[in-house]
Structures are given as C-alpha cells and as structure tokens.
C-alpha cells in the first residue's frame, strides 16, 4: 500500500511515458527491448541515449520495468527473454532463405519491388510463423501480378504459405499507405527490401507521417537484388496493352467477389482486407484492430497496476 502510494504520488515525465508505452506495444508479442530498440521506438525526437538510460534506471527503481541484462520489460515473467533469443536466431536462420524467395518473386511480371514483412522482418520468428512479403508492382498491373503469384503458390507449393506469403501490395503510384497509426508506422520502418531498395526508399518519403510515431529510427541499409531477367521483360511486353488491363480488371473482379463471400462481415469498410485497384491487402483476422485495441487495453492495465496516468 505505501508502495502504491508513492507510485500514485510521482507524476511521470513525458520521457518516461514514452518508455512505457514502447514497452507497452512490444508487451503484446512478449517481446523485451534492448535500450537502443526502446530509442528507435520512442516517440520524442532527439532523445539521447544517456537520458533515456538515466530515465529507464528509475522506472526499474521504481519496480514499473524489470530489467535482466540488457533487456528490459514490464512484468516479472523472465521467459520471454529466452524465448525472444530463440525467436531471434530462427529469424536469422531464415532470413537468407527469405532474400532467395523475394529475388525469385521479383522474376514475375510487374513486380517493382519486393521487401520482407511481418515478423521476420523485425527479427523474430516462432514455429508457426510465415514468411510474409510486402510487393509493389506496376501501375494498374496489380492483380494480374497477386494473380500470378498465388496461382504459383496454389500450383507448386500445394497453396502453402508457410514461406511463400505475399499479403500486401501496392502499385508505384500509390505509395502512401491509408491508415496512419503507430501499427503501420512500424510495419513500415521495418520492412526489409530485397529487391529494389530505390523504390523503398520513395516508400518512406510518401509516408512521411511514419516520423511522427518513430522520429529516432534509423534504417540499416540492406543489400538488394536489381535487374530483370528476360523472360519478365518478354512478358510485360506482351500484357503491357489492352490485353494486361483486361486481366488485371478481370482478375480484381473475381478476387473481390470471392473475398466479398467469404470475408462479408469486413466489407465494406475493411481495413485488413482491402481490394482495390491499386491496393490489395489480405489479413482477414483484423490483427492490425486487435493489437491497436490490445495496446490501450494494456495501457489501462499498467496504470491501474502502478496507479499511473500515462496519458
């Protein structure tokens, strides 16, 4: 009780909000933070490490943060740092398979980029995890790329998507993604190109909003395949007219009516289930909803916790 009391008798600084709500979001993965991961996530810009070590150093006095090493996290239950570790090496094993698979995606027709997502591309894997990939292609080319991407994975790898996902894709002209929050502000800080980097880079530039929720992340410059193999180059000649369009209209039509049936009860106002002309993003389960609402469910936990206002 006097503990509680002098929790509730502290107001917070706006540093130390800021490192709560980080660990706060990472909390819903069981996932702790090193001090430069809690840096790259906060929201403060020009934070310097000494200060915000300074800050952490207090919250961990105070029993709000536990600290093991160099991890840090909010609630006594040191497993997930051992299963962080483990996650954190599968994802390493993985990641070179992930450049392969992404170099031969950027073979198919109208692919203009190809970068690796979910949670591979944070670093971390578990055993029911999949490769998920993020695709930008030519304008008003779209669908007849997902199609011919999903059709390959339905044929050859027997509609298995455990290392084949690609499940968001946007065209060149239309890099600006729609919903801005702190979830796909950091889906996209994490994004890790395989082919074509340029175009990447132009993504970021489109969401400058991104800042705004991560002002301090720095993006590590990665090694990117370029160039087009002949076959591709042959095939966009030949879908580059009337013909393209047509399958690309036809090919949106069907995907949506299908969509439609199965996933009626997101339509029309999807946010995790998207078709249009130039978008077409498939995560029927609303994740991105479930953790935007698990983040201030926490928040109220934490506060009710340590009788803090971290508004």
């Known amino acids: 009780m006097i503990y509680a009391q002098r929790v509730k008798e502290l107001e917070l600084s706006l540093l130390a909000k800021d490192i709560l709500h980080s660990l706060i979001y990472f909390d819903i993965f069981n996932y702790p933070l090193k001090l430069e991961e809690i840096h790259a996530n906060s929201t403060l810009k020009g934070v310097g490490s000494l200060q915000l070590k300074e800050e952490i150093d207090k919250l961990v006095e105070l029993g709000i943060i536990n600290n093991?090493?160099?991890?840090?996290?909010?609630y006594n239950n040191a497993s997930i740092i051992t299963d962080r570790i483990k996650g954190n090496k599968r994802a390493l094993s993985h990641l070179k398979l992930a450049r392969k698979i992404g170099r031969f995606m950027s073979w198919f027709p109208f692919v203009r980029a190809v970068l690796i997502s979910g949670s591979l591309s944070k670093g971390y894997m578990d055993k029911k995890s999949d490769i998920d990939f993020f695709i930008v292609t030519a304008p008003n080319r779209?669908?007849?790329?997902?199609?011919?991407?999903?059709?390959?994975?339905?044929?050859?790898?027997?509609?298995?998507k455990k290392y084949f996902c690609p499940?968001?894709?946007?065209?060149?002209?239309?890099?600006?993604?729609?919903?801005?929050?702190?979830?796909?502000?950091?889906?996209?800080?994490y994004l890790i190109p395989v082919y074509n980097s340029s175009l990447y880079d132009d993504m970021l530039q489109s969401n400058e909003w991104r800042s705004y929720y991560m002002p301090n992340?720095?993006?590590k410059r990665q090694i990117t395949y370029s160039g087009t193999v002949w076959i591709k180059r042959q095939l966009e000649r030949l879908l580059s007219g009337p013909l393209g369009e047509r399958l690309d209209n036809y090919f949106m039509k069907i995907t949506e009516a299908f969509w439609k049936r199965k996933f009626r009860h997101q339509f029309p106002n999807a946010v995790d289930v998207q078709c249009s002309k130039h978008v077409s993003k498939f995560h029927p389960n609303g994740y991105q909803n479930k953790v935007l609402m698990r983040f201030q469910q926490n928040v109220l936990r934490l506060e009710s916790l340590h009788q803090i206002n971290l508004n």
């Open 167 to 189: 499940n968001y894709f946007i065209d060149t002209e239309h890099l600006k993604i729609k919903e801005q929050n702190v979830f796909t502000a950091k889906e996209i800080n």
């Open 68 to 74: 093991i090493d160099e991890w840090y996290f909010l």
């Open 217 to 219: 992340f720095t993006h």
């Open 142 to 160: 779209l669908w007849l790329t997902r199609t011919s991407l999903i059709l390959f994975k339905k044929i050859f790898l027997l509609n298995s």
